[in-house]
């Protein structure tokens, strides 16, 4: 069976469905690069420190095309079905003209309740009311509730340049149907959600694994599911590039690429140059993503200023292509240097450790060696003890983590009931460098998004009251604006003016050379 019936965007009045695209591409990835001025003139080992955000404004966005896959076997019923259903409705509310739906279940087998529906006022309503006629029974195939949203994407008549994503959730173990996380996803961002106490997370947080972007949210308060939804789609209804793509390359006789951290993301080397690009799939408004690239640098016979490291990047923004100019790092070679780590390199280092420590903690867990799983995670605080989590926000929210993990580590059976799945939804998030549910997501807010924010407060409201009105997407996105004026041109202007200054060191080492 085809699921080529999605419907096509038709402008609505006063839509943002009628809107045009922005005709600047430029500069909506901002770019900010940390490291040392100066290396010994010996060999010796360097960082370099990359930092992509994203830098564009709710104007201008594109369309989502959203597969929400709800599970309704026999354990969903009662309170949790009630609290599906609310949290579905937040997800329906939100979304605007140019934005489409399609609500997929799934039990014993999978259902498609309606095919990718342009949002408007008439077809808000009607899928409001099949997922209020939803009903639990059954068992758990989380497979077949998986490719079938696929399929809905797959076989879309219309899907140039619009943002895709599935939102996937479960609260049982997968009893009927193959193994999910052998599912093969393609490009298409799959964010899981573990509902309850009883779910398998290893599955979920695979199925998130497999995809480009996706995360793994854990949700064992059933109140916080509705915020839980309320930050994977702030997140799709503001990416403001896809297919980000960032190479870096070492430049001949003066440096070589020893290793790029950039989390779990798609890493392809090429042998000839020995450049390193990694793939990042969408990026969000405000979301950012650090790679620390260690470089060997040879030695040198004299004092010298030499690039050391080439920084390129492509990303797709409304269908177009977008082809950064590159950007060059350098350094100067001296015969003794006393400049310290950059604290900003220093602090995401501290970051990689503490997630790797969290790992580490969870795997001797799972071979049921707790207290080393204790012992580890008591070293993780300690090395985080000097560090200063006033002026490094990030730092308070590492150690909050590690305090929530801690708990759930009190007992072998509280972990395998509670821990196993904060430490995969932990990991996810870390290798992701983007925000995922889990503890207490009010105090955890690990790469957290302004949108996120704001929409965590909007669901925490909604939940209490969902008949009360919720601002749309293009309020929002009017509200961010008017806090700040500038962000629409404070990217292309910022991308402009570093291609400048590249163009002006380049005349200052032909001039030097010339000499």
Same mark, same amino acid.
């Given at each position: 069976?085809?699921?080529?019936?999605?419907?096509?965007?038709?402008?609505?009045?006063?839509?943002?469905?009628?809107?045009?695209?922005?005709?600047?591409?430029?500069?909506?990835?901002?770019?900010?690069?940390?490291?040392?001025?100066?290396?010994?003139?010996?060999?010796?080992?360097?960082?370099?420190?990359?930092?992509?955000?994203?830098?564009?404004? $709710?104007?201008?966005?594109?369309?989502?095309? &959203?597969?929400?896959? %709800?599970?309704? !076997? *026999?354990?969903?019923? #009662?309170?949790? +079905?009630?609290?599906?259903?609310?949290?579905?409705?937040?997800?329906?509310?939100?979304?605007?003209?140019?934005?489409?739906?399609?609500?997929?279940?799934?039990?014993?087998?999978?259902?498609?309740?309606?095919?990718?529906?342009?949002?408007?006022?008439?077809?808000?309503?009607?899928?409001?009311?099949?997922?209020?006629?939803?009903?639990?029974?059954?068992?758990?195939?989380?497979?077949? $509730?998986?490719?079938?949203?696929?399929?809905? &994407?797959?076989?879309? %008549?219309?899907? !140039? *340049?619009?943002?895709? #994503?599935?939102? +996937?959730?479960?609260?049982?173990?997968?009893?009927?149907?193959?193994?999910?996380?052998?599912?093969?996803?393609?490009?298409?961002?799959?964010?899981?959600?573990?509902?309850?106490?009883?779910?398998?997370?290893?599955?979920?947080?695979?199925?998130?694994?497999?995809?480009?972007?996706?995360?793994?949210?854990?949700?064992?308060?059933?109140?916080?599911?509705?915020?839980?939804?309320?930050?994977?789609?702030?997140?799709?209804?503001?990416?403001?590039?896809?297919? %980000?793509?960032?190479?870096?390359?070492?430049?001949?006789?003066?440096?070589?690429?020893?290793?790029?951290?950039?989390?779990?993301?798609?890493?392809?080397?090429?042998?000839?140059?020995?450049?390193?690009?990694?793939?990042?799939?969408?990026?969000?408004?405000?979301?950012?993503?650090?790679?620390?690239?260690?470089?060997?640098?040879?030695?040198?016979?004299?004092?010298?200023?030499?690039?050391?490291?080439?920084?390129?990047?492509?990303?797709?923004?409304?269908?177009?292509?977008?082809?950064?100019?590159?950007?060059?790092?350098?350094?100067?070679?001296?015969?003794?240097?006393?400049?310290?780590?950059?604290?900003?390199?220093?602090?995401?280092?501290?970051?990689?450790?503490?997630?790797?420590?969290?790992?580490?903690?969870?795997?001797?867990?799972?071979?049921?060696?707790?207290?080393?799983?204790?012992?580890?995670?008591?070293?993780?605080?300690?090395?985080?003890?000097?560090?200063?989590?006033?002026?490094?926000?990030?730092?308070?929210?590492?150690?909050?983590?590690?305090?929530?993990?801690?708990?759930?580590?009190?007992?072998?059976?509280?972990?395998?009931?509670?821990?196993?799945?904060?430490?995969?939804?932990?990991?996810?998030?870390?290798?992701?460098?983007?925000?995922?549910?889990?503890?207490?997501?009010?105090?955890?807010?690990?790469?957290?998004?302004?949108?996120?924010?704001?929409?965590?407060?909007?669901?925490?409201?909604?939940?209490?009251?969902?008949?009360?009105?919720?601002?749309?997407?293009?309020?929002?996105?009017?509200?961010?604006?008017?806090?700040?004026?500038?962000?629409?041109?404070?990217?292309?202007?910022?991308?402009?003016?570093?291609?400048?200054?590249?163009?002006?060191?380049?005349?200052?080492?032909?001039?030097?050379?010339?000499?």
């Amino acid at each position: 069976m085809s699921f080529n019936d999605d419907e096509p965007i038709v402008a609505t009045q006063d839509s943002s469905a009628e809107k045009p695209g922005s005709s600047i591409i430029a500069g909506k990835v901002k770019t900010n690069i940390f490291n040392k001025n100066e290396a010994p003139l010996e060999e010796t080992n360097f960082k370099v420190m990359l930092e992509l955000t994203g830098a564009g404004s $709710g104007n201008d966005r594109s369309g989502v095309d &959203l597969v929400m896959v %709800l599970d309704l !076997s *026999g354990s969903m019923g #009662g309170e949790k +079905l009630a609290k599906l259903k609310t949290a579905t409705q937040f997800v329906i509310k939100k979304l605007s003209p140019i934005d489409r739906l399609s609500v997929v279940t799934f039990a014993g087998d999978a259902k498609r309740l309606c095919p990718l529906r342009q949002i408007t006022e008439n077809s808000q309503a009607e899928i409001e009311n099949l997922v209020n006629g939803l009903a639990a029974n059954g068992n758990t195939n989380i497979t077949a $509730g998986l490719q079938t949203g696929l399929k809905v &994407l797959n076989d879309r %008549l219309l899907s !140039s *340049g619009r943002v895709v #994503g599935i939102m +996937l959730m479960s609260d049982g173990q997968q009893n009927a149907g193959g193994d999910a996380a052998q599912v093969k996803v393609g490009n298409v961002p799959v964010y899981t959600f573990g509902f309850g106490a009883d779910y398998d997370p290893r599955v979920l947080k695979a199925i998130a694994d497999n995809s480009v972007g996706g995360t793994f949210s854990d949700v064992q308060n059933q109140d916080n599911l509705s915020i839980a939804f309320s930050q994977c789609l702030a997140g799709l209804l503001t990416v403001v590039v896809q297919d %980000l793509k960032l190479t870096v390359t070492p430049v001949e006789g003066e440096s070589t690429i020893e290793k790029a951290s950039a989390g779990n993301y798609p890493q392809t080397k090429d042998d000839a140059d020995g450049s390193v690009t990694i793939s990042f799939g969408d990026l969000y408004n405000k979301e950012i993503r650090k790679v620390i690239v260690d470089l060997l640098l040879p030695a040198v016979e004299s004092r010298q200023g030499s690039d050391v490291l080439q920084i390129s990047y492509t990303y797709n923004t409304g269908g177009r292509l977008f082809n950064a100019t590159p950007l060059f790092v350098t350094v100067t070679r001296v015969g003794t240097t006393v400049e310290p780590e950059r604290e900003e390199v220093n602090i995401e280092v501290n970051r990689l450790r503490t997630a790797q420590m969290i790992k580490e903690a969870r795997v001797m867990a799972d071979d049921k060696k707790l207290d080393e799983a204790q012992d580890k995670l008591v070293d993780a605080q300690n090395s985080l003890e000097d560090l200063d989590d006033e002026s490094w926000p990030l730092i308070g929210m590492l150690k909050s983590e590690l305090q929530q993990l801690l708990r759930l580590m009190k007992s072998q059976e509280v972990y395998e009931k509670q821990g196993r799945s904060f430490a995969l939804s932990s990991e996810t998030s870390h290798d992701r460098q983007r925000f995922a549910a889990r503890g207490d997501v009010e105090k955890l807010r690990l790469f957290a998004t302004p949108r996120m924010d704001a929409y965590l407060e909007q669901a925490k409201s909604f939940d209490e009251d969902p008949s009360k009105p919720l601002p749309t997407a293009d309020e929002d996105a009017k509200q961010e604006l008017a806090a700040d004026p500038l962000a629409p041109i404070i990217g292309p202007l910022s991308y402009y003016i570093k291609m400048a200054i590249e163009a002006l060191k380049s005349i200052e080492n032909i001039l030097d050379k010339s000499r």
